[in-house]
Each structure stands twice: as structure tokens, then as C-alpha cells.
């Protein structure tokens, strides 16, 4: 459920932020968290390769399992944390043989809750088995693209992909892009839907809040001068002045397909997304 912040200021009139009553008041497993450098956008060279980005709160990065590779071993659900660096809520794991993981928290998922990765786990919310047992119509996430790759696909808020079908060693899956894409029946899936499944509902509400996020202003490019933009220059405002829109390189950027034309999954995919 989404809050609305009552207007004492007047940064915080129209700001939402998720429940996170749901969440344990515990603090981070110190061991399952690493410290990692920020590159604010910036390659090898010190060069800004990725625009917009600088800045934000000082955060620690929890290591997530999303191999779950722990096949037959039981585990049961000890906290269920927030994740600076993704959308989606984390689960701690405690597991029989005494070793604590952190996983992706599905939706309604609880303390106390049991995991299991087998290829005869119970079809349950959080448990993860080989696709080809789940049944039709099923909705699933965090699934690997290659046997023991580790979850590839459906891992943001909440996201979900669901089971139209197996056939000739395939599983047919349906993703939130609507695309239609062939799997492998031998890869593991988790059954359920990725946790803080409102995330796309929230309003940040003023500029600071995106400044703590680690994303810096973005100026539009109607507003620079003609060297640095395709779209700049001319007195007040203008129309565009290109057939198609551009990039501040000059690229297209609407109106032409990116997606390489010898992709490795080309023969995977029934239906493009729109």
C-alpha cells in the first residue's frame, strides 16, 4: 500500500513512499554486505560514459543468491529487508544446515515462511523448481536463461512472467513486456510475484529526493545552444526542426530497431514485445 505524506512543506505535498511496514526492524547482516565503488557514470578513463548520474546516499550492497543453488536443503525465512540497490524487497534465509543467504522477497511471502530449492519442491509461493513442473498458467520470476545460470529474468518490483505452455523440450513464457519467449525446461524459476509490486506508483515528490537516488538533472536539449544540440538554438521556444528525434550525438533514437540482427535468442522469441 502506498502512503501519502501529509503536506507540511511544500516538498512533501504531492510525495508517496511505499509501505514498509511489512518490513523487519533488524539491522543488516553485516557479512552478506560489501562497500562498492561509485563511478558516478564515469569509465576507466574518468569519462562521463553514462549522463545524469552523481552523487546520492552512502549505501552498502547486500549480496543476493539468486543462483539458490542450496538444492534439498529446507530454509526458512528469518527477516525481509529493504535493498538500496534494487527495487524489490530481500528475504534473510536461515537454512538447515545453518548457513544464511539473502534472496529476492516474493509478494505475500512472511517470517517464518519455509524455502526450498529441489526439483520436487511443493508448488508454493517462494519455492523453486525446474519450469517444467509448474503448472500452466502459473506465474513465476527470478528464471535462469541457461541451466545453473542463475536468475536472469524477473527480477524487479513487482514483475512476474506466466506459463503459457510446454512443448518439445520449451516452456513458453509470457514477460511484463508482453513479448512471448521460449525457455528451456531444465531451468529453475521461482513460483510467485517479485515483492513491493506498488513501486511504480510512487511520486518522488521534489528534486532532492532524486539527488539522494544518485540521479542528477537532466537539461533538455530545446534549451541548449545549436553546438550542443541537435534540437538547440533559434529565439524562445522552437519546434524540434528534425524529422526524427536525436540524440545530443545526432543518433535516432525514434523509428529504428537497435536489437541485432544475429542475437543469440532471435530463435527463442514467438512474439516481439510492442
Known amino acids: 500500500m502506498i502512503k501519502k505524506l ?4 511544500p516538498s512533501t505535498r504531492f510525495m ?10 533488524v539491522k543488516k547482516f553485516k557479512k552478506l554486505t560489501k562497500r562498492l565503488k561509485k563511478n558516478a557514470g564515469r569509465n576507466s578513463q574518468g569519462k562521463i560514459t553514462v549522463r545524469h548520474q552523481g552523487g546520492g546516499n552512502k549505501i552498502l550492497y547486500r549480496q ?5 543453488d542450496k538444492f534439498d536443503i529446507p530454509g526458512r525465512i528469518e527477516t525481509i529487508e529493504y535493498d538500496p540497490y534494487r527495487t524489490a524487497f530481500i528475504a534473510r534465509v536461515l537454512y538447515a544446515d545453518g548457513e544464511r543467504r539473502y534472496i529476492l522477497a516474493p509478494h505475500n511471502i512472511k517470517v517464518g515462511d519455509k524455502v526450498l530449492t529441489s526439483e520436487n519442491a511443493p508448488l508454493e509461493i ?12 502459473t506465474f513465476v520470476y527470478n528464471i535462469e536463461i541457461k541451466p545453473k545460470g542463475g536468475g536472469k529474468l524477473i527480477r524487479a518490483a513487482g514483475t512476474s512472467a506466466q506459463i503459457l505452455a510446454h512443448e518439445n523440450g520449451y516452456t513458453h513464457l509470457k514477460l511484463p513486456s508482453g513479448e512471448i519467449r521460449k525457455v528451456l525446461w531444465d531451468v529453475y524459476a521461482s513460483i510467485g510475484q517479485i515483492s513491493n509490486p506498488e513501486y511504480n506508483l ?5 528534486a532532492g529526493r532524486s539527488r539522494w537516488l544518485n540521479i542528477r538533472p537532466t537539461v533538455r536539449g530545446t ?7 541537435p534540437y538547440g538554438g533559434g529565439e524562445g521556444r522552437q519546434p524540434r ?28 522469441i514467438i512474439k516481439r514485445r510492442k
Open 6 to 9: 501529509k503536506p507540511q512543506t
Open 16 to 25: 508517496t513512499v511505499a509501505d514498509y511496514s511489512i518490513l523487519s526492524n
Open 64 to 68: 543476493v543468491d539468486f543462483k539458490q
Open 126 to 137: 517462494g519455492m523453486r523448481t525446474v519450469i517444467k513442473r509448474i503448472p500452466i498458467g
Open 202 to 206: 510512487i511520486t518522488i515528490g521534489k
Open 223 to 229: 534549451v541548449m545552444n545549436p553546438r550542443d544540440h
Open 241 to 268: 526542426g528534425t524529422r526524427k528525434p536525436k540524440t545530443k550525438w545526432g543518433k535516432v533514437t525514434g523509428g529504428r530497431k537497435t536489437r541485432k540482427k544475429k542475437k543469440y535468442s532471435n530463435h527463442l
